[in-house]
């Protein structure tokens, strides 16, 4: 049996309900849960650790079914995106709370939450008061709080979404370092995509109370087994009708363009091809002598800052599409709206998507 | 700069003026009226001492138990929800609704020998009419939903995610609520205390039904009122309002002085 099991969980709760989620988790993997506000990601959270006991399906963890156990009994650590410290205790008294149970005297108390603290760099924090901290310390501390008890399972419920855009790539990097450096089995709940690909092993997307496509990063962001979870996951969809099949690649004609894809399909059936913005290359003079199966020809139509990229949206005939450039290479290619340019794109990069949902 | 003041602003200001005259004129001129050697005999009187310390003690009884069953329940209308809940709340709020002598009729026909229940206290020695604890049991009534009122408010105010924390952290639900909301949501039970001793304090209508004898403070301002005049009842009035309100000063301090701390 895999680490965590989730079998068939249901409850409702009115406006939140979960209808029959399952997953496995292995020890040690880090899964990031994506879907949209409502979706149920916060109850399955609730229901992992116990606040909320599901109508039918049970929870196992190392290999024992934990569904009636309470929640001090689960070791499950929590992490929330509003921190929930303890206003009346200082940080040291925070991070030691969960300690104060575990028999190992006050000298090795002191010593766990100061080595604690000095990995998440808040040891000079310890004598403050929680309201006195700026975001990203209060989030630091609330992390210091969940690992210093060494729990079996960490569970962290959007933990980055309320701090400031440097402060969240700052603590995503100590996410990172601490979290993943010591092997710990994360469930991290998040609306931002970059957490996913920056902390995550596999990846659930969650609709309506269900999970609707878990996998390897690759294989959700890849090949999305529906329309939702590729408008989701910002993937971008042409439809078109594919005109040869043969030698590992399938040709496909997209409003007068033809693109090629690794993926096998029948001839002369509609298909639908996905694509991820961040695998376009963009060229200012046209390449040669490159790997890529797909050169199209391109205006900027738009340019859509994003912090250190750039979203351009590129139009080739009918077709529109996005790329996803860094600033640097925008400035070094001086790149303009209404610029002519070239995009590359692997057939690697192109995945066929069926019509009634499920990738090949 | 200076805001610019309107009519309207003007109206408030003489509406409040006309408040605060109305609320301490009377009791400016009632602590004003008696002389030092009013207040000096009527203090050394026993029978007087006697009945503000009872009304102290009774009031003082009565917050405590409400204190002691009130938290559990105010902290479960703070947290749950389940159906008819609306009408429970309702239900707490009552005795601040009803005339108090009616409050004193219904406690008495309860606890009187046509009913089964006060026969069955009879029969244990519990005695309500004309007892400290019939005055107690009609101050609790009477205070009760003040107390509850203000610490659901108080738990309301603290959010349930700490207490998830807590238990996430090996605490079972009573050790988040003993060391999580109770030192956080304190200061509305205090408050409630406060205004629920307040409350039982001043209680005279229903009271006055339940026990006569043994007498608490506003029975005896009546009694003397009746009896001698205003010139005899203003001075224990006074004597209540300035121990009361010693009372309620250092309850205030202590709150604060834990706040600081």
Redesign the interface.
């Known amino acids: 049996m895999s680490f965590l099991r989730l079998s068939g969980l249901r409850i409702d709760l009115g406006e939140f309900s979960l209808n029959g989620v399952s997953l496995d988790l292995e020890k040690g993997e880090y899964l990031g849960v994506i879907g949209p506000t409502g979706a149920g990601k916060t109850i399955l959270l609730e229901c992992i ?1 116990g ?1 909320y006991r599901p109508q039918s399906g049970r929870v196992w963890l190392e290999g024992t079914d934990i569904t009636d156990l ?3 009994k ?1 070791r ?3 992490v ?1 995106q ?1 921190y ?5 205790l200082n940080v040291f008294k925070n991070i030691a ?2 300690l104060r ?1 575990a028999k190992i005297g006050r000298e090795a108390l002191e010593a766990k939450v100061r080595a604690m603290a000095e990995v998440l760099g808040i040891d000079r924090l310890l004598h403050r008061s929680p309201e006195t901290l700026s975001g990203g310390e209060q989030q630091r501390t609330a992390l210091a ?2 690992l210093v ?1 060494e ?1 079996r399972l960490l569970l962290m419920d959007e933990p980055l979404s309320a701090l400031d855009a440097q402060t969240r790539a700052e603590t995503r990097g100590l996410l990172r370092e601490v979290v993943r450096g010591r092997g710990a089995t994360v469930i991290h709940i998040t609306h931002d995509l970059d957490d996913v690909w920056a902390l995550a092993d596999r990846v659930a997307v969650m609709r309506g109370g269900e999970v609707i496509q878990h996998g390897g990063l690759d294989q959700v962001f890849s090949r999305p087994a529906s329309r939702f979870v590729a408008d989701f996951v910002d993937t971008v969809f042409f439809e078109g009708t594919v005109q040869s099949c043969g030698q590992g690649l399938s040709a496909v004609s997209v409003n007068g363009l033809t693109l090629e894809t690794l993926d096998q399909a029948v001839v002369g059936s509609r298909v639908r091809l996905a694509l991820r913005p961040e695998t376009v290359v963009v060229s200012r003079a046209r390449p040669a002598g490159v790997s890529a199966r797909n050169l199209i020809a391109a205006r900027v139509e738009d340019i859509v800052p994003n912090g250190k990229t750039s979203q351009l949206i590129l139009r080739s005939g009918e077709t529109r599409f996005p790329a996803l450039v860094t600033q640097g290479s925008l400035e070094d290619m001086e790149i303009q709206k209404d610029a002519e340019v070239f995009a590359l794109v692997k057939a690697g990069c192109l995945r066929i998507v069926r019509e009634n949902g499920l990738s090949r | 700069m200076a805001r610019k003041k309107d009519l309207f602003f003007w109206l408030t200001l003489c509406c409040g003026w006309v408040i605060l005259a109305f609320l301490l004129l009377p009791l400016i001129e009632m602590v004003f009226a008696p002389s030092v050697q009013d207040m000096r005999v009527t203090i050394e009187d026993p029978a007087v001492r006697r009945t503000i310390g009872l009304s102290i003690y009774t009031s003082g009884l009565a917050a405590l138990i409400s204190f002691a069953l009130g938290t559990p329940f105010a902290y479960l209308l703070a947290r749950r929800n389940f159906p008819g809940k609306r009408l429970v709340e309702s239900v707490v709020d009552l005795p601040i609704m009803i005339p108090h002598p009616v409050v004193g009729i219904a406690i008495l026909s309860l606890a009187g020998r046509n009913h089964w229940l006060g026969e069955f206290l009879q029969s244990l020695g519990v005695r309500i009419m004309g007892s400290v604890t019939g005055i107690v049991t009609v101050l609790v009534f009477v205070g009760l939903p003040f107390f509850v009122n203000s610490a659901k408010t108080g738990f309301e105010a603290v959010p349930e995610r700490l207490e998830k924390a807590a238990r996430t952290l090996g605490a079972s639900s009573w050790g988040a609520f003993v060391r999580v909301t109770f030192p956080l949501a304190w200061r509305g039970m205090l408050v409630g205390f406060i205004m629920c001793m307040a409350r039982a304090i001043s209680e005279f209508g229903a009271v006055v039904i339940v026990a006569y004898h043994p007498m608490v403070a506003p029975v005896m301002i009546y009694e003397r009122f009746t009896a001698f005049g205003l010139k005899y009842s203003q001075p224990i009035a006074v004597w209540l309002i300035l121990v009361s309100l010693s009372l309620f000063l250092l309850l205030r301090l202590v709150s604060r002085g834990r706040r600081a701390s």
């Open positions: 650790i606040f309470a929640p001090e689960r499950i650590g929590i929330y509003d929930a410290l303890l206003p009346h709370y969960g149970k709080r969940a008890v729990p």
